[in-house]
């Protein structure tokens, strides 16, 4: 459903201070919209120190800092499905990394990671972020990904508070798309570098793949991404593309795809509320999703939550279909950028989270709409429909959307026993760039990270 405080497609600027009060029924009135409170800015004003650090070598296991769970890049589902294949698969090379702190009292964190797949003691390549002065003198912060068996992000130093908004302005945009009607531009294609190998080794939603070597893995030059700014259920790191699928709570991002099972994705076109294929867009379009607690893609082995859309063009689950014929289904994405237009142009992508729910934010000059902005609220349980881990603290739920997932993959299965259990908890973190190990190559520039909260 729309926001409380806006609602849909607003004049650009409007609601940009905003937050629902409390929660409303349908014969209540609306409350009435808080101002909010700035708390951290980041404008890159000082020098980044993050390319200047040392690589550090992921020791892997439980012991390594940035271990996460089961699904993480050397967990135990995966040796699960595929047995003793992932783990020669992961012998093959080593990955290094960055955990640099930054801005005000360090509340931000940049977090690197790239393969060093002859496993001489150095990266293959070298990932990083650092601080750029624009044409009209303004600073801000390249995200640089020069090969795609790395990784670069932007998260927050510690959890969210309880209610926020968080903002980030996107000022040039290098990670695949069309340009001028073309996916080959700048010797790229797709904005990859043309290289011999470029596949989604080793990590696949069902492990690895016996007796595959690293070139027969799927290519992964038709998909290429970047995460404008999400909200996940930890402090996310770089890591092999799958495993983040299962810690996504709101996303806004780009999936600039001409894989095969994209054909069928659709595009809204705000200014008409029609829906078109992704073959008429220009592929630089914005997924804006509320992930479902109480679905999963069987089709990525049950490591994947359900999403649901918010456009102009209506609201649909993904494993619906929609469009004049319902010849659409996976992925509906709500707008279209125009990086043609960067860095003259800029922008915001904002998400809050107020008592109701999670909130979505877009604004800039949209194909189609020009400057606009596009805002669409979900409840934490709408129409029976959770966001996925919503709760930051135990008492913010009772245990009734948990279940067992089942997957299967080469040689053996894995039961993820409580998916979403009672007493448990799951910290908002926000993530700008791309968190793939495996997938994605370009560049980037962001400024002015902001961090709201109420101002009562």
Aim: proline share 7%; with cysteine.
């Amino acid at each position: 459903m729309p926001s409380r405080a806006c609602s849909g497609l607003v004049a650009a600027g409007a609601c940009a201070l905003l937050a629902s009060a409390g929660p409303a029924l349908a014969d209540e009135p609306v409350p009435e919209p808080v101002e909010w409170r700035l708390l951290h800015h980041e404008s890159f004003d000082t020098q980044l120190d993050v390319d200047s650090t040392p690589w550090t070598l992921d020791p892997q296991g439980s012991a390594s800092a940035w271990n996460v769970d089961a699904f993480d890049d050397d967990g135990e589902a995966w040796h699960s499905l595929s047995g003793p294949a992932f783990g020669e698969a992961l012998s093959q090379f080593h990955v290094f990394r960055k955990q640099v702190a930054f801005g005000e009292n360090a509340w931000l964190t940049a977090e690197v990671a790239a393969q060093d797949k002859d496993r001489d003691g150095a990266p293959d390549s070298q990932p990083g972020l650092r601080r750029v002065v624009l044409d009209n003198g303004e600073n801000a912060a390249r995200i640089r990904e020069p090969s795609w068996d790395a990784g670069v992000l932007i998260r927050p130093t510690q959890a969210l508070p309880p209610l926020y908004r968080v903002e980030v302005t996107l000022r040039g945009l290098s990670f695949g798309g069309m340009r001028n009607g073309s996916l080959r531009y700048a010797g790229k294609y797709n904005g990859y570098s043309p290289r011999p190998c470029r596949t989604s080794y080793p990590w696949t939603f069902r492990g690895a793949l016996p007796g595959k070597g690293r070139c027969e893995y799927p290519k992964v030059a038709n998909q290429n991404g970047f995460y404008y700014l999400a909200v996940l259920d930890h402090a996310a790191s770089v890591h092999g593309n799958p495993g983040i699928h299962l810690r996504r709570k709101v996303i806004m991002d780009g999936y600039n795809s001409v894989a095969p099972w994209s054909k069928d994705n659709g595009v809204c076109n705000p200014a008409t509320g029609a829906i078109k294929g992704m073959e008429d867009s220009n592929l630089n379009a914005v997924n804006a999703a509320f992930l479902r607690g109480d679905r999963f893609r069987p089709e990525n082995n049950n490591v994947s939550n359900e999403y649901y859309f918010t456009t102009e063009c209506g609201s649909f689950s993904g494993d619906q279909a929609w469009g004049p014929q319902q010849e659409y289904h996976d992925i509906l994405s709500a707008v279209e950028l125009q990086p043609e237009l960067l860095p003259r142009a800029s922008y915001t992508f904002a998400v809050e989270r107020d008592t109701t729910g999670y909130t979505v934010e877009m604004s800039g000059p949209f194909r189609h709409i020009g400057r606009t902005t596009l805002r669409y609220h979900h409840d934490f349980v709408e129409d029976g429909r959770p966001i996925w881990h919503y709760n930051q603290t135990a008492q913010e739920y009772d245990g009734r959307f948990d279940r067992s997932l089942s997957h299967t993959g080469p040689t053996g299965s894995y039961l993820t026993e409580h998916a979403w259990p009672a007493g448990s908890a799951y910290p908002d973190f926000f993530i700008i760039g791309d968190p793939h190990l495996n997938y994605y190559e370009g560049s980037a520039v962001v400024d002015d990270i902001r961090l709201f909260v109420p101002a009562q």
